[in-house]
């Protein structure tokens, strides 16, 4: 593959549900097809060379969704995590989550942190983040929360706030800002997804629902990406002279 890969790649895994209703099947059974793209897509990503994959499995918003799918989801989840469990190791992928896990039932809790703790290398080839009851904006809100604290206990002023302790106060302050987020399904949206962290992100929005996102549809994705030009506010000119991040 030409030109640089991005170091972090996210991706809003949209489209199970639209991809079994054209079929006539429940929409549970596109999740189970999605799992499958899942495991594809990580194993993939790590043998590229990609450092950091973070997917969004689960939304603050999913909670609304009928109890009988949230249960097919979180069942899902488990299953996946004990079977992906091999996989990661032999790869030596770090597991993360991101999100208020603390919502999640407990042997979905359990089983997920079984795996964060197994694979807690200090030098991972690949680090992938799940994204569980994750909302963008409750991230800021709780790293608000974080800072404010630090406030009221006179340790921080309020003028000495800066981007970069947002950042620090975040789910997941060591994992840099993704560099492209796929979006499948079609939707011109973000839904909630990292609003903080993907302030410079190169967007991608595919029709191809989650369960058809085969592995030529990723590099499809990447290589787009390649010939992207990224400016951080500069412009072009600027770039070409002297390419870096801002
Ligand atoms: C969105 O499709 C997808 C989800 C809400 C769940 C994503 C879950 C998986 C890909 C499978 C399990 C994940 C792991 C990590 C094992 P949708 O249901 O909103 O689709 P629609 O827009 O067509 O209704």
């Not at 429940?26 to 899942?38: D, F, M, P, Q, S």
């Not at 590229?48 to 009928?66: H, K, M, Q, V």
């Not at 089983?111 to 991972?124: F, G, I």
Request: proline fraction near 5%; hydrophobic fraction near 35%; charged fraction near 25%.
């Amino acid at each position: 593959m030409e030109g640089d890969l991005p170091k972090h790649v996210a991706i809003i895994m949209d489209g199970n549900g639209r991809w079994a209703q054209t079929r006539h099947f429940g929409r549970t059974l596109g999740h189970h097809e999605g799992a499958k793209r899942v495991d594809e897509i990580v194993s993939e990503c790590a043998d590229l060379g990609i450092r950091y994959l973070t997917l969004y499995a689960f939304s603050t918003e999913n909670w609304n969704r009928p109890a009988t799918e949230i249960k097919v989801l979180m069942g899902l989840l488990v299953q996946h995590l004990s079977a992906l469990d091999k996989k990661l190791v032999k790869n030596h992928i770090r597991l993360l989550s991101k999100g208020q896990v603390d919502r999640l039932p407990g042997f979905a809790r359990n089983e997920l942190q079984r795996v964060v703790d197994l694979t807690n290398y200090s030098d991972p080839k690949m680090s992938l983040t799940l994204c569980l009851s994750y909302g963008g904006r409750q991230e800021i809100v709780d790293a608000v929360k974080a800072l404010a604290q630090k406030v009221q206990d006179g340790k921080l002023a309020p003028d000495a706030i800066t981007e970069s302790m947002i950042t620090e106060h975040l789910y997941q302050p060591d994992v840099p800002d993704p560099d492209l987020l796929i979006r499948t399904g079609g939707e011109y949206r973000v839904s909630n997804f990292l609003l903080w962290e993907i302030a410079y992100t190169e967007l991608y929005v595919t029709p191809t629902l989650w369960p058809d996102f085969t592995l030529p549809e990723l590099h499809k994705a990447l290589d787009t990406y390649q010939h992207r030009e990224r400016r951080y506010g500069k412009t072009s000119e600027q770039v070409v002279s002297t390419p870096s991040a801002p």
